[in-house]
């Protein structure tokens, strides 16, 4: 069972997406140009590292492509890692990085956190991790984290 995502009755609030037994809040849908420009972004041809980072249009309730990337609110980030086997083997993972900087408003906080689970599943993604402190994020952290794929 299905509960209609543009009810006049869900206008502005989250929408809930009942698949058999798992549940699933929606707070935010993904921009479908967005949706071609990740899906273009995880077949490219070069074989740099590179990225696409993501926010949500608020006003809109759209995770949609961030072309003036803010460092003080969560981000969401596709990245195309070249990684370098230690048996000399390349590939070229697609990670997604949740970023949510210390001292985000709550309420930023949350609409990030439950639109994730969507925009992993609509680009489908399993490489997923999260990071606090963007400083973090290192070449070395991330080779840490997809050690764990070999």
């Known amino acids: ?7 006049s009755a869900l206008i502005g609030r989250p929408s809930i997406t009942r698949r058999g037994t798992s549940e699933s809040l929606v707070v935010c849908e993904v921009d ?5 420009k990740l899906k273009d972004f995880r077949f490219r041809k070069e074989t740099n590292n590179a990225a696409i980072i993501m926010k949500i249009d ?15 609110i969560p981000t969401w980030n596709v990245y195309s ?7 000399g083997r390349v590939s070229y993972p697609l990670c997604f990085i949740f970023s949510s900087p210390v ?7 949350m609409m990030y956190a439950g639109s994730k689970n969507k925009l992993v599943q609509t680009v489908q ?3 997923v991790f999260e990071i606090r402190n963007t400083e973090d ?11 764990f794929f070999r």
């Open 58 to 72: 608020k006003d809109k309730q759209l995770v949609i492509l961030d072309e003036e990337h803010e460092v003080t």
């Open 125 to 127: 993604l399993t490489k």
């Open 137 to 147: 994020l290192t070449e070395e952290w991330l080779r840490e984290k997809l050690g």
């Open 103 to 109: 001292g985000c408003k709550p309420e930023q906080q």
């Open 1 to 7: 069972m299905q509960i209609p995502e543009h009810s």
């Open 32 to 36: 479908e140009d967005l949706v071609k």
């Open 81 to 87: 890692y070249k990684y370098q086997h230690d048996d």
